[in-house]
């Protein structure tokens, strides 16, 4: 059978199945690309809607199609350095014409009817495919008002480029579950591809059944390589097809159909699976915050770092240290929100200075309170407050700023304690400690100052002075000397050593309180800081690694430590938690639970995180690759490998890699951006803004925030 023939061999570890991951492969029918704009893979082409004029999908006369929104809408689309016919099969909502442009040079127009479709297609040089990506604009001036959307002006079915030769045929490829099985079908003359930055180690494996099968292979550079052929046309074949011939740092898999094949379990594995580790329950939680906590600032992330965090990297031999974490955003409210949400910023709105959590958004001291949790929060941010709608859910709250606290970081441990010791005991409870001391102003016991910078020191760089002197040199109001610039980064990392102190009080505290084997402890930061690495200080500013790769290091009582590689955000942290509490999981999240990686189980696709700040910076990073996007089109991309400073654009150096990454941040995008392509619908919630009063005004600007950043 099926099942018993793919079951034979070693212990696999999926590292991409690809009969449940159809949305992010590239399909050619014969030597034509085509590309469906109705569903979910037409994201990686539109950018998921974010800023392309792309909106929801819709059923429209007989057809799934995207809807353009704007009188511009752009898609990508590949050159491969050879002519082709490109067809696009369109229709729109008013008469009128609609022209074509292949970047900003028009090559066509149309005449359109509304709701009678019509296929344009328009013959292109070698000069205008260059290898690379290209942009395809759609304009249509005329709109029209469709119900659940607004004004929309066209609707998209597909988009074809290739040797032309008529329309697509109804059979195309597809996946679907047969007897429980994931299983992918491809018609005669189609080729499916996938792409992956590749373990080591990596093999194709499935069974093929009533067709022939070849699989080709290619890296960044070279022509494709056969890799192996299955002739299953008299009954089931296993296929079991080593990779490293086309391994490297990225590489495509491409699977063409001879004839009609069903592949059953097509999956990338790597032979070093073992059973995974068995969960106990715990009973209790503690989720701790390090605002502004560079990951690489820590033994555990860089262990011939000179910052000295004994307490952290005591905890994190015991625990699982997620290597590639990251936050959603490069400041504290809308990465608190994302955290305790599981909601991506530009989904719970919280991402502007005035804008609140809207009521609509649950977040997770809600959900643990009503499902029995003692709940209580000690917060050092004033961000994270009632004004700005994280007041809910807690049977304890203290935000230091606010109530006009000190915010020293043994104080907010001691407060923490206290509450341990008086919570009811008979509940389960959920702690939530927020604590400031790498945040400006760095103001760090002497004795730590004393660790990294023990000359005399009497420069401008004195918080005690001027709370706001980051800003001051962030907008070139203060010039620093090199003396100057040593000084201050010895501020910053004597206060991540002092809080590390602070950190270890907890973590000791639970020991004694024999409370340490029932808890779930998730350690964590809500974004960087920067300090020089592109020029500038502070946060608020950029999506450099500095600014959102943070530490993710949790522990979970009875499973092994372990450290994890692949990509994930704060996002996920929600999810997490539920999970391995055992409580179920709303289905209107956007994070994903990480139990699997804590127990030690596979994924069954490369994961990648997403980041954004405001509405014109997204990224995407995914294995060793990251993609740093902006409004028009900018598009930068890093190998974190080699270029972990993030300084060498490979964009114009590594054309699929590119396309590859901006197809993740699409898919990333259209999952959860409002009016983009989804698969699964979710709530949306509308903006809402709080009444920032003089008093809270002026206990931002006590810690630094004057409102300049985060309008870079």
């Given at each position: 059978?099926?099942?018993?023939?793919?079951?034979?061999?070693?212990?696999?570890?999926?590292?991409?199945?690809?009969?449940?991951?159809?949305?992010?492969?590239?399909?050619?029918?014969?030597?034509?690309?085509?590309?469906?704009?109705?569903?979910?893979?037409?994201?990686?082409?539109?950018?998921?809607?974010?800023?392309?004029?792309?909106?929801?999908?819709?059923?429209?006369?007989?057809?799934?199609?995207?809807?353009?929104?704007?009188?511009?809408?752009?898609?990508?689309?590949?050159?491969?350095?050879?002519?082709?016919?490109?067809?696009?099969?369109?229709?729109?909502?008013?008469?009128?014409?609609?022209?074509?442009?292949?970047?900003?040079?028009?090559?066509?127009?149309?005449?359109?009817?509304?709701?009678?479709?019509?296929?344009?297609?328009?013959?292109?040089?070698?000069?205008?495919?260059?290898?690379?990506?290209?942009?395809?604009?759609?304009?249509?001036?005329?709109?029209?008002?469709?119900?659940?959307?607004?004004?929309?002006?066209?609707?998209?079915?597909?988009?074809?480029?290739?040797?032309?030769?008529?329309?697509?045929?109804?059979?195309r490829p597809s996946a679907l579950e047969e007897e429980?099985?994931?299983?992918?079908?491809?018609?005669?003359?189609?080729?499916?591809?996938?792409?992956?930055?590749?373990?080591?180690?990596?093999?194709?494996?499935?069974?093929?059944?009533?067709?022939?099968?070849?699989?080709?292979?290619?890296?960044?550079?070279?022509?494709?390589?056969?890799?192996?052929?299955?002739?299953?046309?008299?009954?089931?074949?296993?296929?079991?097809?080593?990779?490293?011939?086309?391994?490297?740092?990225?590489?495509?898999?491409?699977?063409?159909?001879?004839?009609?094949?069903?592949?059953?379990q097509p999956a990338i594995v790597t032979l070093d699976?073992?059973?995974?580790?068995?969960?106990?329950?715990?009973?209790?939680?503690?989720?701790?915050?390090?605002?502004?906590?560079?990951?690489?600032?820590?033994?555990?992330?860089?262990?011939?770092?000179?910052?000295?965090?004994?307490?952290?990297?005591?905890?994190?031999?015991?625990?699982?240290?997620?290597?590639?974490?990251?936050?959603?955003?490069?400041?504290?409210?809308?990465?608190?929100?994302?955290?305790?949400?599981?909601?991506?910023?530009?989904?719970?709105?919280?991402?502007?200075?005035?804008?609140?959590?809207?009521?609509?958004?649950?977040?997770?001291?809600?959900?643990?309170?009503?499902?029995?949790?003692?709940?209580?929060?000690?917060?050092?941010?004033?961000?994270?407050?009632?004004?700005?709608?994280?007041?809910?859910?807690?049977?304890?709250?203290?935000?230091?700023?606010?109530?006009?606290?000190?915010?020293?970081?043994?104080?907010?441990?001691?407060?923490?304690?206290?509450?341990?010791?008086?919570?009811?005991?008979?509940?389960?409870?959920?702690?939530?400690?927020?604590?400031?001391?790498?945040?400006?102003?760095?103001?760090?016991?002497?004795?730590?100052?004393?660790?990294?910078?023990?000359?005399?020191?009497?420069?401008?760089?004195?918080?005690?002075?001027?709370?706001?002197?980051?800003?001051?040199?962030?907008?070139?109001?203060?010039?620093?000397?090199?003396?100057?610039?040593?000084?201050?980064?010895?501020?910053?990392?004597?206060?991540?050593?002092?809080?590390?102190?602070?950190?270890?009080?907890?973590?000791?505290?639970?020991?004694?309180?024999?409370?340490?084997?029932?808890?779930?402890?998730?350690?964590?930061?809500?974004?960087?800081?920067?300090?020089?690495?592109?020029?500038?200080?502070?946060?608020?500013?950029?999506?450099?690694?500095?600014?959102?790769?943070?530490?993710?290091?949790?522990?979970?009582?009875?499973?092994?430590?372990?450290?994890?590689?692949?990509?994930?955000?704060?996002?996920?942290?929600?999810?997490?938690?539920?999970?391995?509490?055992?409580?179920?999981?709303?289905?209107?999240?956007?994070?994903?639970?990480?139990?699997?990686?804590?127990?030690?189980?596979?994924?069954?696709?490369?994961?990648?995180?997403?980041?954004?700040?405001?509405?014109?910076?997204?990224?995407?990073?995914?294995?060793?690759?990251?993609?740093?996007?902006?409004?028009?089109?900018?598009?930068?991309?890093?190998?974190?490998?080699?270029?972990?400073?993030?300084?060498?654009?490979?964009?114009?150096?590594?054309?699929?890699?590119?396309?590859?990454?901006?197809?993740?941040?699409?898919?990333?995008?259209?999952?959860?951006?409002?009016?983009?392509?989804?698969?699964?619908?979710?709530?949306?919630?509308?903006?809402?803004?709080?009444?920032?009063?003089?008093?809270?005004?002026?206990?931002?600007?006590?810690?630094?925030?004057?409102?300049?950043?985060?309008?870079?």
């Amino acid at each position: 059978s099926v099942s018993r023939a793919h079951a034979r061999g070693d212990r696999p570890r999926v590292r991409f199945a690809l009969a449940r991951h159809l949305e992010r492969a590239t399909l050619h029918d014969g030597e034509t690309l085509h590309v469906e704009l109705g569903d979910a893979s037409g994201s990686r082409h539109t950018a998921g809607g974010w800023l392309s004029g792309f909106g929801p999908d819709r059923e429209i006369a007989g057809a799934r199609a995207a809807l353009t929104l704007h009188r511009r809408a752009r898609l990508a689309v590949p050159g491969r350095g050879a002519p082709a016919e490109l067809a696009v099969r369109l229709t729109s909502f008013r008469p009128g014409t609609a022209r074509l442009y292949l970047d900003g040079a028009e090559i066509a127009t149309v005449d359109l009817e509304p709701e009678r479709w019509t296929t344009t297609r328009v013959a292109l040089t070698e000069a205008q495919l260059s290898v690379g990506e290209h942009e395809l604009l759609l304009r249509m001036d005329r709109s029209q008002t469709v119900e659940g959307v607004g004004r929309a002006r066209l609707a998209v079915d597909w988009v074809r480029l290739g040797p032309g030769g008529g329309e697509p045929g109804d059979a195309r490829p597809s996946a679907l579950e047969e007897e429980g099985i994931p299983t992918l079908r491809i018609p005669a003359g189609w080729r499916v591809s996938q792409s992956m930055v590749p373990p080591e180690g990596a093999r194709l494996r499935g069974v093929a059944r009533d067709g022939v099968l070849e699989i080709w292979g290619r890296g960044e550079q070279g022509d494709a390589t056969r890799l192996g052929r299955v002739d299953a046309s008299r009954g089931p074949r296993r296929f079991d097809v080593d990779l490293a011939r086309v391994a490297g740092d990225y590489f495509e898999v491409e699977l063409r159909a001879e004839s009609a094949v069903r592949l059953y379990q097509p999956a990338i594995v790597t032979l070093d699976g073992g059973a995974p580790t068995h969960v106990r329950r715990p009973r209790h939680v503690l989720v701790y915050l390090i605002d502004t906590l560079r990951a690489d600032r820590l033994g555990a992330y860089a262990p011939q770092g000179r910052v000295r965090t004994p307490g952290l990297d005591r905890f994190a031999r015991g625990a699982a240290t997620f290597v590639q974490a990251r936050a959603q955003e490069n400041w504290t409210k809308p990465s608190v929100a994302t955290l305790m949400s599981s909601l991506l910023p530009w989904e719970h709105t919280a991402f502007a200075d005035a804008s609140e959590v809207p009521r609509t958004v649950r977040l997770m001291p809600e959900i643990l309170n009503e499902r029995g949790f003692a709940t209580a929060g000690f917060v050092a941010n004033g961000y994270v407050s009632r004004r700005f709608g994280f007041r809910r859910g807690w049977d304890h709250w203290r935000n230091y700023i606010r109530e006009g606290r000190r915010t020293r970081g043994e104080l907010v441990a001691a407060d923490a304690l206290a509450w341990l010791d008086q919570r009811p005991a008979d509940q389960p409870f959920f702690l939530y400690v927020h604590a400031i001391d790498p945040h400006v102003p760095y103001r760090p016991p002497a004795r730590y100052v004393e660790m990294y910078d023990p000359d005399p020191y009497r420069g401008p760089v004195d918080f005690s002075r001027d709370a706001t002197l980051l800003e001051r040199i962030k907008t070139g109001g203060l010039r620093l000397s090199e003396r100057d610039r040593r000084h201050l980064v010895a501020l910053y990392d004597g206060e991540v050593s002092y809080q590390d102190a602070q950190l270890a009080s907890i973590l000791d505290g639970l020991e004694r309180r024999g409370l340490a084997d029932e808890t779930m402890v998730v350690i964590t930061a809500d974004h960087g800081e920067e300090l020089f690495d592109h020029g500038s200080v502070g946060h608020g500013h950029s999506l450099y690694d500095e600014l959102v790769r943070v530490p993710l290091i949790v522990r979970v009582p009875g499973l092994p430590p372990r450290r994890v590689d692949g990509s994930v955000g704060l996002v996920d942290v929600l999810p997490t938690v539920l999970d391995v509490l055992g409580e179920p999981i709303p289905d209107d999240l956007s994070g994903r639970s990480l139990l699997p990686a804590l127990r030690g189980d596979g994924e069954d696709a490369p994961s990648f995180s997403v980041s954004g700040f405001m509405e014109h910076w997204r990224s995407v990073a995914s294995g060793r690759f990251k993609l740093v996007a902006r409004s028009r089109g900018r598009y930068a991309l890093f190998d974190l490998e080699a270029d972990p400073g993030e300084t060498h654009d490979l964009s114009d150096e590594r054309p699929r890699t590119l396309a590859y990454m901006r197809g993740l941040l699409g898919l990333a995008l259209g999952e959860t951006r409002d009016g983009a392509h989804r698969q699964r619908r979710r709530p949306r919630h509308r903006p809402s803004r709080a009444a920032v009063d003089d008093e809270l005004r002026a206990q931002l600007e006590a810690l630094g925030y004057v409102g300049t950043s985060r309008r870079d």
